[in-house]
């Protein structure tokens, strides 16, 4: 019994996680109140506060279903030695993104979301930070992948890792945002693995 009070109790709090996604990419999130998620999730507001304390609580909880698999993805494909070499684990991991995207309505989504139907203001600056903060530690592994690649020779003799991670990180969250922009798919989508091949060639000796 108590098992699956738990289980239902589970459900409950998904069911309010994908409501909240429907309705922040409907209404953005700054006009997105817990009433609204409440109604489109079907359960009472003091429900949606008894799984979350705050519209925040609830905005990171969906943030992590993307997140969370984005970093162990990225342990798995760049930090674990295998028989490729660095510079191909960062195009795999780069492009393996892209893909996650193109094959997950979910992921495309809580992207958008983060993108360009939030404000990172007043409350949500706190999110912002966090979100840098992240973005800090996704590009202190790269960094870590570039160096072995100096190591091995792969890289031009004038090209330095940390400037080469930062040209990386930037290059690919711009093309993330305007991959997230381009509904339509004809002018990024469609063409984003081949700039990612192509940015990776030119760090190659």
């Known amino acids: 019994m108590v098992r699956k009070t738990k289980e239902d109790a589970e459900l409950t709090r998904q069911r ?25 999730a079907g359960v009472t507001r003091g429900a949606v506060y008894w799984h ?6 609830l905005f990171h909880a969906m943030r992590e279903q993307v997140f969370l698999p984005l970093i162990d993805r990225m342990d798995d494909t760049l930090l674990v030695e295998g028989s490729e070499d660095p510079l191909t684990r960062i195009e795999n991991f780069l492009c393996g993104t892209i893909q996650v995207l193109n ?7 809580i992207y958008e979301i983060m993108m360009i139907k939030c404000e990172y203001v007043d409350e949500f600056a706190a999110v912002l930070q966090q979100i840098l903060s992240n973005c800090s530690g996704i590009a202190g592994k790269l960094q870590l992948v570039y160096e072995r690649a100096k190591v091995q020779g792969q890289l031009h003799t004038a090209h330095d890792p940390a400037q080469l991670t930062m040209d990386t990180h930037l290059f690919f969250i711009g093309l993330l945002h305007m991959w997230v922009k381009d509904i339509e798919g004809n002018q990024f989508r469609h063409q984003a693995i081949e700039l990612i091949k192509t940015h990776m060639r030119l760090r190659r000796r």
């Open 103 to 109: 094959d997950s309505m979910e992921t495309r989504q």
């Open 52 to 57: 979350f304390d705050n519209k925040i609580d």
């Open 16 to 40: 309010i996680i994908h409501a909240a996604r429907e309705v922040f990419l409907v209404r953005g999130v700054s006009r997105t109140t817990m009433e609204h998620i409440a109604t489109q």
